[in-house]
């Protein structure tokens, strides 16, 4: 799963998608699941879910734009615990195969594009993104008109968690690296994206992931 971030590109939540609404229970949730398999040496891989996304088509863009379809609360919410980990390991000599520079440009940006915007990994809807970029580019949240709630909630959970495990970080990234997903590419041009939308979140029975694929 961690890998679906590298390369230059921007996962953007679309305007009909609802807003970012995981609770702490779900952050919680994810963060022990984390944490536990990365502690677990007989564990090989932890099931996060699927990513459905269009890619779109444009030959000149410098950055490939991802349309999520589905898997928005699961991408927000690693992102916000993926930057509480860069924070806390930043000035920190760690033994684990990877540098806070290589996160903050590779995995939390596109760090070596031009402007702000190709720079973005991912783009919430309009009610989350100006929370969601002011904190990953370390800002104050405070000077926010009409901050999301849900994301500062969640970030400063993520960041307490963060915090306690002090210079016991590895188990982390250990479980961080061994996150598997359902990756489900769609086809610009032949796949309508609000109507799957509507399928896989309609009021009827759930779909279980094999439904999906």
Known sequence: FFKIFEGN?????????RQYSWSTKHCKRMFDDILQV??????????FGSIVYLAS??????????????????????????YSFYKEINNKKLDIDISADEIANIYLA???????????????TDTDADTFKMILDGGDTDNLIDPSENILRNFTYF????????????????????????????TEGLDNPQVIFDSLNSTGKELNEADKI
Not at 38 to 47: A, C
Not at 159 to 186: C, F, M, Q, T, Y
């Open 38 to 47: 990365g502690k677990d040496v007989n564990s090989k891989s932890h099931f």
């Open 159 to 186: 960041e307490k968690r963060v915090k306690a495990l002090e210079d016991n970080l590895e188990p982390l990234w250990n479980g961080i690296k061994k996150l598997k997903h359902i990756d489900i590419s769609l």
């Open 9 to 17: 590109i921007t996962f953007k939540i679309p305007i009909y998608q």
């Open 110 to 124: 596109n760090g070596y594009r031009q402007t702000e915007e190709e720079k973005q990994k991912l783009v919430p």
């Open 57 to 82: 088509q444009h030959h000149n863009a410098t950055v490939q734009e991802m349309i999520v379809i589905d898997g928005q609360q699961r991408l927000t919410s690693f992102m916000l615990l993926l």
